[in-house]
């Protein structure tokens, strides 16, 4: 919330808190508190947007100030006066839960050197038939985030569809996004690619199974600020919502599995399709007429595969694919398919969330410790303590704080999420600088440095 919502509510609640115990005082704040909240509200409205989580609070004002008047005037008893109280204890009561899913969620700042810069790319790849409907082609829709020198005031929508979101986004109620317009990803349209590189390595990134890519804007923005050109992708009918380049939005396809195995199978066929998206997109990066300010301003010789559950397991996959990858890194993946070849030769580095806090499944621990054995070139694991899955998302920031605390953390863990996302990125950082052609960096040194971070290099290499 801003400022002036956090000053709007604490008023509010304050004068209900006083009308209870206290309505004399209550009446007497009036003048002051009245005057504040009878322009303050209007004036949300009209700035900003009709909040859902607000709606208890634009009635409590009016009702918490006619009782504070009524009884506080004259001492009043009876069946009148205490219901009128009960009320505004209950609407106070409904007010404070609704404020828990906050209406505009704060990002946390990048913490690289660099300012960024953003560009949406929607393309089709016509070599491929969409999996969810025969009749059209697969789309691949990619947010560039890059690093730049300047500034400018135009900033992208924070999710595709604004103003079209179906009910639910990938567990989110909709309704309660109105306001994740006003979102700061700290990223600029329009900037030039910064000049300190001629061509800066590029990272894949892609998304959790029915997440968009804008769930993970604080991960990936903390990425690029550190050098790197990242390319967040959403994969349509996956993705909690996804606007094609023919302009129709579209959502996650139905899970029709009817057990375990057809679940599996379905994941499995998830994680292909992922991977050869990422293909695709490494395919694009060849053609400058489709790159916009990036043009020229890629290495495409060196590039990197990064992502977070369902999209780590399809980084190992594209990784496995795709020889013009360099490098890949899981952040709680589990691996539904078979990789064409298990015995990878290029760098992997396994993320992990606290498996006190997450349950890693039995696949999960089998798939990757089989993969980590077969490597024959270097491998890594690490785990950040206190962080959960939802810890590298951008879903802890959707709560306020004091909501997160009653649900012991939940999403994301006890360990404050901007943390677990910057130990997460100096990690990937350090675990990448070599494979994408820069002095290599000491990773056990950066583990080492961080907050309850354990493990090391795993695989025979």
Sequence with gaps: MSTFDVILVVLTLGHAVATLVAPRVAMFALPVVGPLLLFGWPMQLLLEHFYWQFL???????????????????????????????????????ALPALAPVPVPRLPEPTGRYALGSEIFRWVDEQ?????????????????WYPSDGLSGRQYLYLDGD??????????????MRGYDFIDSHAFADVA?????????????????GAPRAFYTALVTDLASR??????VDHPYDSAVTKLADGRIVTTTPDTATDDAEAQAAMGERQRTRAADLSFVVDQLARPDLLGSLAGRLDT?????????????????????DPRLDAAVNIDGTLYADLPDR???????????????????????????????NLTAPGYRYALGGADHYGFTDAPYFLAGPARFVLAGFPGGPRDPADTQRTANALVEAFLREPLGDPPADLA???????????????PA
């Design 56 to 94: 208890p609070l634009y009635l409590l004002f009016p009702i918490s100030a006619v009782v504070s008047f009524v009884v506080g005037t004259r001492r009043r008893t009876g069946a009148g006066p205490i219901g009128a109280r009960v009320a505004v204890a209950v609407l106070a009561v409904i």
């Design 128 to 144: 491929r038939a969409e999996p969810s409907s025969t009749a059209e082609r697969r789309n691949v829709v990619v947010q560039a």
């Design 163 to 176: 103003g079209e979101l179906p009910g639910s986004v990938a567990g989110v109620p909709g309704r309660l």
């Design 193 to 209: 690619v910064s000049d300190d590189r001629e061509r800066w390595p590029v990272v894949l990134f892609s998304p959790g199974n």
């Design 227 to 232: 050098g790197f050109v990242v390319l967040a």
């Design 301 to 321: 010789d060196h590039i990197a595969a990064v992502g977070h559950s369902l999209g780590g397991a399809s980084a190992l996959a594209a990784l496995a694919d």
């Design 343 to 373: 015995s990878l030769s290029r760098p992997v580095l396994l993320l992990e969330s606290d498996r006190d806090r997450t349950d890693h499944s039995q696949r999960y621990l089998d798939g990757n410790g089989a993969l980590l054995g």
């Design 445 to 459: 040194a950066t583990a080492a440095a961080a907050d309850d971070v354990t493990g090391g290099p795993a695989g």
